[in-house]
């Protein structure tokens, strides 16, 4: 458990308030067995929610099946502006993004063959603030985004 948030969490819980959280997470994919650490909130305040994005339709799908209770996975890319964009697809589902791989450049690092690129495809973005309002989502408390460099 991490110290910080269990002292935060028991500084709310003694101010007698029943408080719980919106938590957005951009780029969900998980890409190793540990967890967010935000997703401990979810012990502290169990009705909070987390809403996760995650471009893969297929992962997604598999990552709902597993989700905890609170935890709900959305397959869309968002963007600046509801349009269709060019995604670029690549060998491992954590590097596909909205912008060309350098691939030149990344084959001077060691495990670049991730990030090849596999293929192209488009894909419908949505503005977060579409999706809040036609999902009547309500105030956003933490976003934690990790989608290869279009932060």
Do not use: W
Not at 117 to 124: C, R
């Amino acid at each position: 458990m991490n110290k910080t948030l269990q002292v935060t969490a028991d500084l709310i819980k003694n101010t007698h308030i029943n408080i719980d959280f919106t938590l957005i997470e951009i780029g969900a994919v998980q890409v190793s067995t540990e967890k967010e650490p935000f997703y401990e909130l979810l012990d502290h305040f169990p009705s909070s929610k987390v809403i996760g994005f995650e471009i893969d339709k297929e992962i997604c799908n598999e990552m709902n099946l597993s989700a905890r209770d609170g935890v709900k996975y959305y397959p869309h890319a968002l963007g600046e502006f509801n349009e269709n964009r060019q995604l670029y697809v690549t060998n491992h589902p954590m590097c596909c993004s909205l912008y060309k791989p350098s691939e030149d450049l990344l084959s001077l690092y060691q495990n670049y063959e991730v990030v090849y690129l596999k293929s192209k495809t488009t894909v419908d973005t949505i503005t977060l603030d579409n999706f809040v309002a036609a999902n009547n989502i309500g105030p956003i408390d933490f976003i934690k985004i990790d989608v290869q460099g279009a932060e």
